[in-house]
């Protein structure tokens, strides 16, 4: 088991000198004059986390040169995608943060045809994460368990399970063993933890810059016992 955290180049000289932590999860790439990135490369395993586009719609010859050249960059054992929705089909509107597909049969087609396609031109394995999901959205067809296992039955990928994410941050602690039960955790090869606070917008718990708490531990502790095979 390894652990992890995201690279955020104002802490570069404290990531270079950390002795616990053994790998990095790239958001962005790294800027041309930082001077920690060269020491960073070196020292840690690094994942391409960024992102590449909405497997809603088929990614363009760029996004996918891009994608493969990030890979290449960070020399990354896996390439890692979000179930996520950032801007309406026809372009016209951006929604200001990702949100979960509908889970609907149509998205799921959708989904599973351009995440075959991704796959095919990478030469890593791609790792799929899924996104938190505060409100229900009536239109949809099945549950979110339903339709993610559907997803990875179809297309082989992996899966990168946000354990605060799973209890969608909205939550309270006796409802997440139950959630962590329902979802595809055989096909898990990384878990992320993170801390929750009350959010004045959504009235309501979500994750946040802060440590987790104990029930979040222990719900971490109760999903990693119950996946097969996590990495990371």
């Known amino acids: 088991m390894m652990v992890g955290a995201f690279y955020n180049p104002h802490l570069g000289a404290e990531l270079g000198a950390a002795s616990t932590i053994d790998h990095l999860a790239m958001a962005d790439p790294p800027a041309a004059g930082d001077r920690h990135w060269p020491a960073i490369k070196q020292r840690y395993t690094l994942l391409l986390h960024d992102y590449l586009g909405q497997l809603s719609e088929p990614l363009d010859d760029r996004a996918i040169e891009r994608a493969r050249s990030l890979a290449g960059l960070y020399d990354s054992p896996w390439v890692a995608e979000h179930f996520q929705c950032l801007h309406t089909e026809d372009g016209t509107y951006n929604l200001n943060y990702v949100f979960p597909p509908l889970y609907t049969e149509e998205f799921l087609a959708r989904f599973v045809t351009n995440a075959k396609a991704l796959k095919a031109r990478l030469d890593q394995p791609l790792v799929m994460e899924n996104i938190p ?50 979802v595809s955790l055989e096909h898990v090869v990384e878990v992320h933890v993170a801390g929750v606070q009350q959010d004045r917008d959504l009235e309501g718990p979500w994750i946040a810059p802060t440590a987790p708490s104990d029930a979040m531990l222990g719900f971490m502790a109760h999903a990693l ?5 996590p990495r990371q």
Do not use: I, N
């Open 133 to 182: 999901g505060f409100f229900d959205v009536r239109a949809s067809q099945m549950p979110e368990p339903v339709w993610l296992r559907r997803f990875f039955d179809a297309t082989g990928t992996g899966s990168a399970r946000s354990a605060a994410r799973v209890a969608r941050g909205a939550l309270p602690a006796p409802h997440a063993p139950s959630l962590a039960c329902r």
């Open 225 to 229: 016992a119950r996946c097969p095979g």
